[in-house]
């Protein structure tokens, strides 16, 4: 169940303020072609939350999430992290300002160990520099970095396959690796992409379970999500988007019984037609 | 047919220039290829442009050492040209511009325009006499019966393997740290990569460089042991010779290029001494003339290398569960 949160105070409308934002998107447009695929006039993401994008195919909802963190080019707008403006910045000047995403098909570097997939996500080895790897020095923090890694492995319960390539995981492995990978970043959001998408129920508990520790920790979460059980079940606020706009927003509860939800989801005239 | 003749050929070949100079050029490719995925198909571009470097420079009156250092830097220079425009958009992207790029270069540095420099059709010889002079190998044959070399092959071997494995080490230590890691996890994915705040670009530009360069120490040994740099000799073929090298030692290992190297030569020269005796003979019949030897070789050679990328698709040295992993 959501906990308490500031947003109960927070009206349920579209484009409305939140106390303590993080996130904060303006007049954000995409389109391709005579396509507007994203068109969100603005929107808060209230720090330390849950929230959930939803919305039918094709909604944008994968297209904001590639404008926000760097991956697609944005026609219009604005949107900062913390106060930094994160606009025209490349993907990976993003994920070192701390916002990580996972993408929709999971993306593990396959013929790299479970442990060097963790290792590839910390942000702090100079020996990743040329001349730093040349010349050495970088032992000491690969020890640390190391050690992290073994414990975020542990806790998603994949230590043990540290040493397997990670071409040779599951799919529900890769999706558990995908997310302990993201963590080596460090974030202070962590945006997801569909995490559900094709794992079975028992992995998608332990999934929410995970997501939650996230939000417990500190971090903000951002994900999409198709499954509405899920989305009520550890959402602490819903954004609805449709063609591109937020049509809703507001605590999962009031999402649900939204009438302009319904119909995005529907169609808009189910109700005259019968 | 004598075979101990081959054998001591083919051997010659497997030890001697062509194989240390494949090794070299392979260790830049295997670099760029095998560990960071890039295609570039014009790794010969990098091989003609530090020998010019070196033989335009020695001829304009600088000294060898600067005639080097211009060859590399030469290198880098089109390492960074052929890179950034390149190195944004999809990888079939580069395979096309690098093999463009290696041919357009091999029609400037021949063009009349660009002759009181290059030497137009006819190239430039004798720039490496400082080189020899420096030979410190007293007079005489070195090696085991007839497998032996002059002193001034030996000069040029010793150096040669000494160049071999500077790349190596170099290649190896960067492999190894986490500068290596980065790279493999671009070859994988490049939008992972790039979500886990790695600057792929920056990464794969410096990768194309340092293969580039080393690519252009292969360049400069080639002319240096053949006092000679010719326009035609720099063909698309040198790549693929590169490339063959590095898939028979299996991409993405550090000693595949090597072993690559000298396996290639000792096969290739075992072949063609097995098909000139086999004609000189007669026992093709009137099928092939000893003119043929050339083009049935190399028909051999595209057999056998398709037999590898079938049977043994990591190569020597390759981890054959990574590969299985492709088919995934």
Do not use: C
Request: net charge negative; no cysteine.
């Amino acid at each position: 169940m959501p906990s308490e949160t500031p947003l109960n105070m927070v009206d349920p409308v579209p484009g409305v303020a939140k106390p303590d934002p993080i996130l904060v998107v303006d007049s954000v447009k995409r389109s391709f072609g005579g396509v507007h695929a994203v068109d969100v006039h603005h929107l808060e993401v209230q720090r330390e939350t849950i929230t959930s994008l939803i919305g039918p195919n094709g909604a944008g909802k994968t297209t904001l999430f590639n404008l926000l963190s760097g991956f697609d080019r944005h026609d219009d707008g604005t949107w900062h992290l913390d106060g930094g403006r994160l606009v025209g910045i490349p993907a990976f000047r993003v994920a070192r300002r701390g916002m990580v995403r996972t993408f929709q098909l999971t993306r593990s570097l396959a013929r790299l160990t479970v442990l060097e997939n963790m290792l590839v996500g910390a942000q702090n080895q100079p020996g990743e520099s040329f001349w730093v790897a040349l010349t050495g020095g970088w032992q000491s923090r690969e020890k640390e970095n190391i050690e992290k890694a073994m414990a975020l492995l542990e806790r998603f319960n994949l230590d043990k396959m540290a040493d397997e390539l990670a071409g040779s995981l599951s799919g529900g492995q890769r999706k558990l690796l995908e997310m302990a990978r993201a963590l080596m970043v460090d974030p202070e959001l962590v945006m997801l992409d569909e995490p559900m998408a094709g794992v079975n129920p028992a992995l998608t508990q332990s999934l929410l379970v995970h997501i939650q520790a996230l939000r417990d920790e500190g971090m903000t979460v951002i994900f999409i999500e198709h499954d509405m059980d899920v989305v009520q079940e550890i959402s602490d606020w819903v954004v609805v988007m449709s063609q591109g706009k937020i049509i809703a927003e507001g605590p999962p509860a009031h999402i649900a019984a939204n009438p302009a939800v319904i119909d995005a989801y529907l169609g808009r005239h189910h109700g005259e037609h019968g | 047919m004598d075979l101990g003749k081959i054998l001591i050929d083919a051997l010659r070949a497997a030890l001697g220039v062509p194989a240390a100079a494949y090794a070299m050029s392979a260790i830049g490719l295997n670099l760029q290829f095998g560990y960071t995925g890039l295609l570039n198909f014009g790794h010969v571009a990098s091989m003609a442009v530090g020998a010019y470097g070196l033989a335009i420079t020695v001829d304009l009156g600088g000294p060898m050492w600067l005639g080097l250092i211009m060859g590399i830097v030469a290198a880098l220079l089109l390492a960074l040209l052929l890179g950034v425009p390149t190195l944004r958009l999809r990888a079939d992207y580069l395979a096309i511009v690098t093999i463009a790029a290696g041919e357009i270069l091999r029609f400037i540095v021949r063009s009349q325009w660009a002759a009181p420099f290059t030497g137009g059709i006819f190239g430039i010889q004798r720039f490496a006499n400082p080189f020899f002079a420096l030979n410190p190998i007293p007079p005489g044959r070195y090696g085991v019966g007839r497998l032996a070399w002059d002193a001034r092959s030996a000069w040029v071997l010793l150096v040669g393997w000494a160049l071999v494995a500077l790349s190596f080490l170099l290649v190896a230590r960067l492999i190894r740290s986490p500068w290596g890691r980065a790279i493999r996890a671009i070859r994988e994915d490049e939008d992972a990569a790039m979500s886990l705040g790695k600057n792929v670009f920056g990464y794969k530009l410096q990768s194309l460089m340092i293969g580039g360069a080393i690519g252009a120490l292969s360049g400069m040994f080639l002319a240096i042991d053949q006092q000679n740099v010719i326009p035609d000799s720099y063909i698309p073929l040198l790549t693929f010779y590169a490339f063959t090298v590095v898939i028979i030692g299996g991409p993405g290992s550090l000693k595949g290029p090597v072993v690559g190297a000298v396996v290639f030569w000792f096969l290739f020269e075992l072949l063609d001494g097995i098909i000139s005796s086999a004609i000189a003979q007669g026992w093709t019949g009137n099928l092939f003339e000893t003119t043929d030897v050339g083009a049935v070789k190399f028909v051999f050679f595209g057999v056998g290398l398709m037999l590898v990328m079938v049977f043994r698709p990591q190569g020597m040295f390759g981890k054959k569960e990574e590969m299985l992993l492709d088919a995934q």
